[in-house]
Nanobody
Framework: QVQLVESGGGSVQAGGSLRLSCTAS???????MGWFRQVSNKTRGGVAAICTGIDNVYDDSVKDRFTISQDNAKNTLYLQMNSLKPEDSAIYYCARGAWAYTPTQRLGANNYFNWGQGTRVTVSS
């Protein structure tokens, strides 16, 4: 079982930036890793996913503002969040899952088996 630990959350003003990090206890050469977010009493939704050998995928709400990346040597996943909006406020979770091809699979929680504890992002107006 892989352990995932998120960091980098915090409180920022609208228009600001944050970079979230997620460190995994083990690296696998073929997988998907993703960022998800959840607002209280709402469904956890996919934000971005990065999977071996294929283009990254983003939810439309964050496209062109967020960038997902990973450093395999460090077993670390990142989410660079720019131009933050109040509606981006949520608890953000990183996750590791099976390699998948379709955007729906890659952004779907059902594809992911290991989850971090989450880090809160608060964006104020």
């Amino acid at each position: 079982q892989v352990q995932l630990v998120e960091s980098g959350g915090g409180s920022v003003q609208a228009g600001g930036s944050l970079r979230l990090s997620c460190t995994a206890s083990v690296y696998t050469s073929r997988n998907c890793m993703g960022w998800f977010r959840q607002v209280s009493n709402k469904t956890r939704g996919g934000v971005a996913a990065i999977c071996t050998g294929i283009d990254n995928v983003y939810d439309d709400s964050v496209k062109d503002r967020f960038t997902i990346s990973q450093d395999n040597a460090k077993n670390t996943l990142y989410l660079q969040m720019n131009s933050l909006k109040p509606e981006d406020s949520a608890i953000y979770y990183c996750a590791r899952g099976a390699w998948a091809y379709t955007p729906t699979q890659r952004l779907g929680a059902n594809n992911y088996f290991n989850w971090g504890q989450g880090t809160r992002v608060t964006v104020s107006s």
